[in-house]
Antibody, heavy 116, light 108 residues
Framework: QVQQQESGPGLVKPSETLSLTCTVS????????WSWIRQPPGKGLEWIGY???????KFNPSLKSRVSMSVDRSKNQFSLKLNSLTAADTAVYYC??????????WGQGILVTVSS | EIVLTQSPGTLSLSPGERATLSCRAS???????LAWFQQKPGQAPRLLIY???NRASGIPDRFSGSGSGTDFILTISRLEPEDFAMYYC?????????FGQGTKVEIK
């Protein structure tokens, strides 16, 4: 069964760029679409966007101007970059694999705090 | 984008009771492309239902989903102690995918 694990910094300064990586194991990265989803503390879920193994991407319009995603097939990893951070970007960030539009494989999540 | 409104915000019930959770969409959800998730504190969401009424792998049959168009329901036929949690609906018929704000099922 596919599993994924998020990694990256837990604390980032305002105005800087967040870089997160999701490492996939148990299956090929080419078998799924890979999304990033975030959840501010005590709040609901927000889809950020997805990347496919080919490199094609689709982003939530609310974040599109600040987001990029990429895939490293040799490492079975994919990545998220979110720039111009503010306190509103503080959240648990999840990576999730999916074949359809619903998210059936979730990482455990990583808490990212934006603070100086 | 499609806005999903879940009700009630909190549902207070006892083990063994039936839970009925509602998810209403601001526009028709095409293809019945609606999913339900369960989330417990400190854990990632867990897929329960997809395509409005299909149970995900390993999900007990006390969980069922129904609905179409703009109105969807998640039913838990008899609450077990492990079912007390947050529940979210998600539509994936239109981009961007969106989630409801959640319903908390708590022990009465």
């Amino acid at each position: 069964q596919v599993q994924q694990q998020e990694s990256g910094p837990g604390l980032v300064k305002p105005s800087e760029t967040l870089s997160l990586t999701c490492t996939v194991s148990g299956d090929s990265i080419s078998s799924y679409y890979w999304s990033w989803i975030r959840q501010p503390p005590g709040k609901g879920l927000e889809w950020i966007g997805y990347v496919y193994y080919s490199g094609s991407t689709k982003f939530n319009p609310s974040l599109k101007s600040r987001v990029s995603m990429s895939v490293d097939r040799s490492k079975n990893q994919f990545s998220l970059k979110l720039n111009s951070l503010t306190a509103a970007d503080t959240a648990v960030y999840y990576c999730a694999g999916h074949r359809g539009g619903f998210f059936d494989n979730w990482g455990q999540g990583i808490l990212v705090t934006v603070s100086s | 984008e499609i806005v999903l409104t879940q009700s009630p915000g909190t549902l207070s019930l006892s083990p063994g009771e039936r839970a009925t959770l509602s998810c209403r969409a601001s526009q028709t959800v095409s293809g019945r492309y609606l999913a339900w998730f369960q989330q417990k504190p400190g854990q990632a969401p867990r897929l329960l239902i997809y395509d409005a009424s299909n149970r995900a792998s390993g999900i007990p049959d006390r969980f069922s989903g129904s609905g179409s168009g703009t109105d969807f329901i998640l039913t838990i036929s008899r609450l077990e102690p492990e079912d007390f949690a947050m529940y979210y609906c998600q539509q994936y018929g239109s981009s961007p995918q969106t989630f409801g704000q959640g319903t908390k099922v708590e022990i009465k």
